[in-house]
């Protein structure tokens, strides 16, 4: 059964770091791998996804990585500002008996990220 | 297109009461996800499907969830009847081959 880990739970940081959130999945057999962002109260936004043969994904400030062998990814926030507070969730998709999109995905418990000013 | 489409957004039933919940995912997109949110358990898996036929419905908790497709617009995930434990925020995905979009979920409190 996969399960997913997330460290830090929560991480408070000042405006303007450069900070690391990690992942890590038991079972090296995915798909891909996505992270999400959850603002309290709303829903899930996708922030980016890693297929399974790729190693790293970039949008903006964003830089996500995969290392699928040792079961680990990481999410990268340059220059992080106030408005990047949120609880960020990674998600794997496993390899099953449907291609694609027809598995599901195993959620981390996620990081919460407080940015101060 | 308006993204994935959940309704109500907030439910609040007595005990005992059927609950239904409904999702309109992005046209297009063939597979639907039921999620449920706690505070305890995460984000948990609930019941999943693929061109409206359930694939996968071994995370729903018990006899008293059931989840429906009947076409590629819509569904529905009801509870029947509602327990205080059932209080949590639901949401529904839809895909199409990878990303998964999510609806902003319905918040559920069973009194």
């Known amino acids: 059964k996969q399960e997913v880990t997330q460290i830090p739970a929560a991480l408070s940081v000042p405006e303007g770091e450069n900070l690391v959130l990690n992942c890590s999945f038991t079972?090296?057999?995915?798909?891909?791998l996505q992270w999400f962002r959850q603002d309290p109260g709303k829903g899930l936004t996708s922030l980016l996804l890693i297929q399974s043969s790729q190693r790293e994904q970039t949008s903006g400030r964003l830089n996500a990585s995969l290392d699928k062998s040792s079961g680990r990814s990481t999410l990268y926030i340059a220059a992080s500002q106030p408005g990047d507070s949120a609880t960020y969730l990674c998600?794997?998709?496993?390899?099953?008996?449907?291609?694609?999109?027809?598995?599901?995905?195993?959620f981390g418990t996620g990081t919460q990220l407080k940015v101060e000013l | 297109d308006a993204g994935v489409i959940q309704s109500p957004r907030h439910e609040v039933t007595e005990m005992g009461q059927e609950v239904t919940l409904r999702c309109k995912p992005i046209?297009?997109?063939?597979?639907l996800f039921w999620y449920r949110q706690t505070m305890m358990r995460g984000l948990e898996l609930l019941i999943y499907f693929n061109n409206n036929v359930p694939i996968d419905d071994s995370g729903m908790p018990e006899d008293r969830f059931s989840a429906k497709m009947p076409n590629a617009s819509f569904s529905t995930l009801k509870i029947q009847p509602s327990e205080p434990r059932d209080s949590a925020v639901y949401f529904c995905?839809?895909?199409?081959?990878?990303?998964?979009?999510f609806g902003q979920g319905t918040r559920l409190t069973v009194v």
């Open positions: 995905a839809s895909s199409y081959d990878t990303e998964a979009f």
């Open positions: 998600a794997v998709q496993g390899v099953g008996k449907l291609t694609g999109g027809g598995n599901k995905l195993t």
């Open positions: 046209s297009g997109h063939d597979y």
């Open positions: 079972d090296s057999a995915i798909y891909n």
